[in-house]
């Protein structure tokens, strides 16, 4: 028995805090971990874009090149007929002009230094070409000539751009040879499929490698590029042949596993001119170090709230069943006839001390008093049924100034969350504090602008409140929360998905014994079909469900509390804005009279 009502205890104190706090801790937990992984991918994916864009930037030359060579038809022709020419050597009258047209296309050659030299081809007989290096210069007397083979294996290929890697050897002694990697496009003529020529860019690998490693020093980072066939062509010192295969064997995968190193996510963005593919892998428990940290913080919680919960437990459950072990004693003695214990005045425990004095008035009060005591009990109990059935809605009431001096200790004073929890909490207290249908309009405006001050919170400087309220006609009787789902539907139908900014005015007028209340925006606007369809639904002609639900409720409240005695205006044109018009018979607050709502309009508030 003592180990049920320890379990029984148990459940009492775990079930109302265990269960609340897996259920939003989970939720929390979840949602934020979430939005803090998306925030992170989306910095390493800005962090690659930079890098891609610093890496393309130092392989400009050859899209330069490209675009004078191919779309300046004169800078072609010349440069050919100066190439036809100098094939016995360069005249003294076009030695000037070479050099003003090399200049001109070799402008930014000196600046970028990852270049090795650029080499511009035409196909002539001689076999003369542009080097960065020599001018014009004849193939046959130049140290490199790998490259017009391959432009000769690829001229009638479809691809008008190739890589691959080549060795140099610029000087005749040993140790001159170095590895280069060099790209290839094609030149053609406005109107002509077969190639003019071919620019040829030489990239000295090893000072690319050494930029990558400038763009990302941390440990354990990998980045690399790979051409169209999927070969790593540079690569940060981090990312050797291994971790690069590893990760380019993961496909399209967000993440791969490299043995050894554990799982890295891997963040991947393509060059579209040269067809590159870039590459950036980061050891997953660096990038995702703080929801890892949040998450293993927030188990570690909940374990502690566990283990105290058992703790508590344990400890009343032993209390309780002592106390429960003393009331059984004295029902026993009162039933036997014998002397009941003498409880202490200033005992603790409640059980035996309520019990002892119930026992106690049952013997000595014969059954009338008892029955009184049951119809009071029962009248008690009724009581408390009522106050019952106040309880849950201002439990939300007592929630919300719980988190609302919650927000304030986590800042030391007023913050945006707490003036949205604010102005909450006085639209519950308007819609709960009492059974009136009807209250006075100045009491719904401010209702209102507390409504307004959270949406302006939410959509930050994407829209504009005007205000157009004759000042007489805040005493007149309207009913309660009339206006908030007229701008809910303009905020949610007409501005939120509108780009820009966008504007609501508010404006409330009588005229002739009856009250206008008009919600107008500059919003999307509806189609006439759709306006068509919505007007229907008030008609009560279309039942099915949908959108605009504050619109049909106010529709149906309305035609509750005056009947058939309301009218409702709907016009709406598309991307100009919707209108909505409520006109209601005008009810002054009592003490007022009908008089006071008439008269000229001077002004607005």
């Known amino acids: 028995?003592?180990?049920?009502?320890?379990?029984?205890?148990?459940?009492?104190?775990?079930?109302?805090?265990?269960?609340?706090?897996?259920?939003?801790?989970?939720?929390?937990?979840?949602?934020?971990?979430?939005?803090?992984?998306?925030?992170?991918?989306?910095?390493?994916?800005?962090?690659?874009?930079?890098?891609?864009?610093?890496?393309?930037?130092?392989?400009?030359?050859?899209?330069?090149?490209?675009?004078?060579?191919?779309?300046?038809?004169?800078?072609?022709?010349?440069?050919?007929?100066?190439?036809?020419?100098?094939?016995?050597?360069?005249?003294?009258?076009?030695?000037?002009?070479?050099?003003?047209?090399?200049?001109?296309?070799?402008?930014?050659?000196?600046?970028?230094?990852?270049?090795?030299?650029?080499?511009?081809?035409?196909?002539?007989?001689?076999?003369?070409?542009?080097?960065?290096?020599?001018?014009?210069?004849?193939?046959?007397?130049?140290?490199?000539?790998?490259?017009?083979?391959?432009?000769?294996?690829?001229?009638?290929?479809?691809?008008?751009?190739?890589?691959?890697?080549?060795?140099?050897?610029?000087?005749?002694?040993?140790?001159?040879?170095?590895?280069?990697?060099?790209?290839?496009?094609?030149?053609?003529?406005?109107?002509?499929?077969?190639?003019?020529?071919?620019?040829?860019?030489?990239?000295?690998?090893?000072?690319?490698?050494?930029?990558?490693?400038?763009?990302?020093?941390?440990?354990?980072?990998?980045?690399?590029?790979?051409?169209?066939?999927?070969?790593?062509?540079?690569?940060?010192?981090?990312?050797?042949?291994?971790?690069?295969?590893?990760?380019?064997?993961?496909?399209?995968?967000?993440?791969?596993?490299?043995t050894g190193q554990g799982t890295y996510r891997v963040y991947r963005q393509e060059s579209g001119d040269l067809g590159w593919n870039y590459c950036l892998a980061v050891p997953g428990e660096v990038a995702y170090q703080v929801p890892n940290r949040l998450t293993r913080m927030a188990a570690g919680l909940i374990c502690l709230a566990l283990f105290l919960s058992t703790v508590t437990s344990y400890f009343f459950a032993r209390k309780n069943y002592k106390s429960l072990m003393g009331i059984v004693d004295i029902f026993d003695k009162a039933t036997h006839g014998q002397e009941l214990p003498a409880l202490s005045q200033r005992t603790t425990d409640v059980y035996n001390y309520i019990l002892y004095n119930i026992v106690e008035t049952f013997l000595q009060n014969d059954f009338l008093q008892v029955q009184l005591s049951e119809r009071r009990y029962k009248l008690k109990a009724m009581e408390l049924m009522a106050l019952q059935s106040q309880i849950n809605p201002h439990f939300l009431m007592n929630t919300l100034q719980t988190v609302y001096w919650r927000c304030i200790s986590l800042t030391q004073g007023p913050n945006p969350a707490t003036e949205m929890l604010e102005n909450l909490s006085e639209i519950l207290h308007y819609s709960l504090e009492s059974s009136q249908e009807l209250v006075p309009l100045k009491e719904?405006?401010?209702?209102?602008?507390?409504?307004?001050?959270?949406?302006?919170?939410?959509?930050?400087?994407?829209?504009?409140?005007?205000?157009?309220?004759?000042?007489?006609?805040?005493?007149?009787?309207?009913?309660?929360?009339?206006?908030?789902?007229?701008?809910?539907?303009?905020?949610?139908?007409?501005?939120?998905?509108?780009?820009?900014?966008?504007?609501?005015?508010?404006?409330?007028?009588?005229?002739?014994?009856?009250?206008?209340?008009?919600?107008?925006?500059?919003?999307?606007?509806?189609?006439?079909?759709?306006?068509?369809?919505?007007?229907?639904?008030?008609e009560g002609e279309d039942t099915q469900e949908g959108v605009h639900i504050g619109l049909l409720n106010t529709h149906k409240r309305l035609e509750l509390i005056y009947g058939g005695d309301y009218k409702i205006r709907l016009l709406s044109r598309p991307g100009r804005g919707t209108m909505i018009q409520l006109k209601i018979r005008a009810l002054p607050r009592e003490g007022q009279g009908a008089g006071a709502l008439s008269g000229p309009q001077p002004g607005a508030v």
């Open 444 to 538: 719904e405006l401010n209702i209102t602008r507390c409504y307004l001050d959270i949406q302006v919170q939410r959509y930050k400087n994407q829209f504009d409140v005007i205000w157009d309220v004759w000042a007489p006609m805040e005493a007149v009787m309207v009913p309660k929360l009339i206006i908030q789902p007229l701008i809910e539907n303009s905020i949610y139908h007409g501005i939120r998905d509108k780009a820009g900014h966008s504007t609501i005015k508010i404006k409330i007028d009588s005229r002739d014994g009856w009250v206008a209340i008009t919600v107008l925006d500059n919003g999307l606007g509806m189609d006439r079909e759709r306006l068509e369809q919505l007007k229907k639904r008030l």
């Open 1 to 258: 028995m003592k180990m049920k009502f320890f379990r029984k205890t148990l459940s009492f104190f775990i079930v109302p805090v265990m269960i609340p706090i897996l259920i939003l801790g989970t939720l929390s937990g979840i949602t934020l971990n979430r939005y803090m992984r998306q925030g992170i991918d989306e910095r390493y994916e800005d962090r690659l874009e930079s890098h891609r864009t610093r890496i393309d930037a130092m392989m400009s030359e050859l899209d330069w090149l490209n675009m004078n060579l191919s779309n300046n038809p004169s800078i072609q022709f010349r440069l050919k007929n100066m190439i036809s020419k100098c094939k016995d050597g360069i005249p003294a009258n076009t030695y000037d002009e070479i050099n003003t047209i090399m200049d001109l296309l070799y402008g930014s050659y000196n600046a970028n230094t990852a270049v090795e030299s650029i080499y511009i081809y035409f196909n002539n007989a001689g076999r003369q070409f542009i080097s960065s290096n020599n001018r014009i210069t004849n193939l046959d007397y130049f140290f490199d000539q790998d490259w017009y083979d391959s432009y000769q294996a690829h001229i009638s290929g479809p691809e008008q751009t190739w890589s691959e890697f080549r060795k140099i050897a610029p000087y005749n002694f040993a140790g001159s040879t170095r590895e280069i990697f060099t790209i290839y496009r094609k030149i053609f003529s406005p109107g002509k499929r077969t190639p003019e020529g071919v620019i040829v860019l030489n990239v000295r690998g090893d000072h690319v490698n050494r930029t990558l490693n400038e763009l990302v020093g941390e440990e354990n980072h990998l980045f690399f590029v790979t051409d169209g066939e999927g070969r790593v062509i540079f690569r940060n010192r981090q990312a050797g042949a291994e971790r690069a295969e590893a990760v380019l064997a993961a496909g399209n995968a967000r993440e791969a596993r490299i």
